[in-house]
Each structure stands twice: as structure tokens, then as C-alpha cells.
């Protein structure tokens, strides 16, 4: 089981990494050292590279296993999703501040821990316009009937790629606003677990998930099937 968080921070801008923890029972955790740094990446050998897109801050973002993206190519891989503050003198189509990038263990087989993080080229996967902003905290994605992966943001906008091999390729785009999600932080959408036989009384459970998002205060929880 892994975790992965932004720190705290006064001023939200500049020194805001994913810091890492790990644990075997979900009660004893161990700290690792950083996932991933805002403005860098960090190469095996210690080379640091300037990422532009990214170099004011990162927040909070979700993680996902897509079929395909371990380093052989066959393994599911872990993909992570954040937004990241920009500033348009580092990065030129940056318009509102914020974008969305992505991030994949370096290696597998020589680090179990998953210590090492890449930054792939491809970044950032989801940029701004001039009149449309993007919005931060980017769910894990869930996988329709057809195979298209998709998630959303605190502001219920819903982005896509259209088959696994799209988002190895960091290939995403914006589908727009989906009503039913509440404006809400850091939301997460999973599939439920079967429901017991006889204590189903919302249909059929084969294909329904839960969403949750926090407020500043209350927090809600909703069901449903993606359509």
C-alpha cells in the first residue's frame, strides 16, 4: 500500500512535493523519500532537469494502474495525475496558473518500493486556454464499458482517453462538465464491491461506484453508474 501527499505549506507555492509512505497492513507506515519534485525532475543518477510546467507548486492528484505501463510493456503500471502551477514566463501556454501533468515509477523490477519517479515527456497531459481554465485535484480514472479511461477535477469536469494505450501516450482531453459531480476537493471515484444477495436496493451492483469530495466543511458521498 502506498500513499503519496503534498505537504503542508504556508504560502502553497515553491517547495510543495508528493512526499511518499509505504506499509504492508495499512496501520505501520514507513516515510520514503520524495515521489516527486515541483519544477524537477529527478534522474536515477542524481541529474536534475527542469520541468517548466510545473515549477510554482503540485497538488493534490490521484493514482491509477493502466494495463501496459510497467517498463515491459505487458504489467499494469501505476500512473499518477497532478495539477501543476505554472507561471507563463516558464511556460508560455500557460494561462490561468494551473495544468495537469503526469508521473510513472521509474522501475519496477530493481525498486519494489517504487522510490524512484519519472516524469514522461509527453507532459503536461491536459493545458489551458485563454477562456478555459483548468481545474486541480484529478481523480483516479475509471474504465467505461468500451475501455475509454476517464476522470475528473474539483470543479466536475470530466476528462478522457479513449483506450489504455491513449493514456501511455499521455493522449487525454477535456469532455466538459458533468452536472451530477458536485463541486467538491480532492474527489475520489471507485467501483463498489458486489452487494449482498437480497440487500440490494439499487439495482443491479455490476457496475456501480461511489464518488466522495470534501467542502470546506461537510463531505458527501454519492452512488451511481457511469453512463
Keep these: 500500500k502506498h500513499i503519496a501527499a503534498p505537504p503542508a505549506n504556508p504560502d502553497q507555492h515553491g517547495v510543495a512535493t508528493w512526499g511518499h509512505f509505504a506499509s504492508r497492513d495499512g496501520v505501520h507506515w514507513a516515510a520514503l523519500p520524495v515521489a516527486v519534485w515541483n ?12 520541468t517548466a510546467y510545473d515549477t510554482q507548486s503540485i497538488y493534490t492528484g490521484s493514482a491509477t ?32 496558473g494551473t495544468l495537469l501533468a503526469a508521473a510513472v515509477p521509474t522501475d519496477y523490477a530493481s525498486d519494489p518500493l517504487l522510490i524512484r519517479w519519472t ?16 481545474g486541480r485535484d ?12 476517464r476522470f475528473r477535477t474539483f470543479d ?6 479513449e483506450s489504455a494505450e491513449d493514456v501511455r501516450q499521455g493522449r487525454w482531453k477535456r469532455l466538459g462538465r458533468n452536472p451530477s459531480f458536485p463541486v467538491g476537493e480532492c474527489p475520489s471515484v471507485y467501483p463498489l464491491p458486489a452487494s449482498t444477495p437480497g440487500f440490494d436496493r439499487l439495482g443491479s451492483s455490476a457496475n456501480r461506484w461511489n464518488g466522495g469530495a470534501r467542502f470546506e466543511g461537510p463531505r458527501w458521498h454519492a452512488c451511481g453508474a457511469p453512463s
Design 119 to 134: 516524469k514522461p515527456t509527453y507532459n503536461p497531459i491536459v493545458v489551458d486556454t485563454p477562456a478555459i481554465p483548468v
Design 65 to 96: 494502474l493502466v494495463p501496459g505501463l510497467a517498463p515491459d510493456g505487458h504489467s499494469p503500471g501505476v500512473l499518477a495525475i497532478f495539477p501543476g502551477l505554472c507561471r507563463r514566463q516558464d511556460f508560455p501556454t500557460c494561462h490561468h
Design 39 to 50: 519544477g524537477l525532475q529527478v534522474l536515477a543518477n542524481g541529474t536534475l532537469i527542469p
Design 138 to 149: 484529478p481523480s483516479t480514472a475509471w474504465v467505461t464499458d468500451s475501455g475509454e479511461f
Design 156 to 161: 466536475g469536469v470530466v476528462f478522457n482517453a
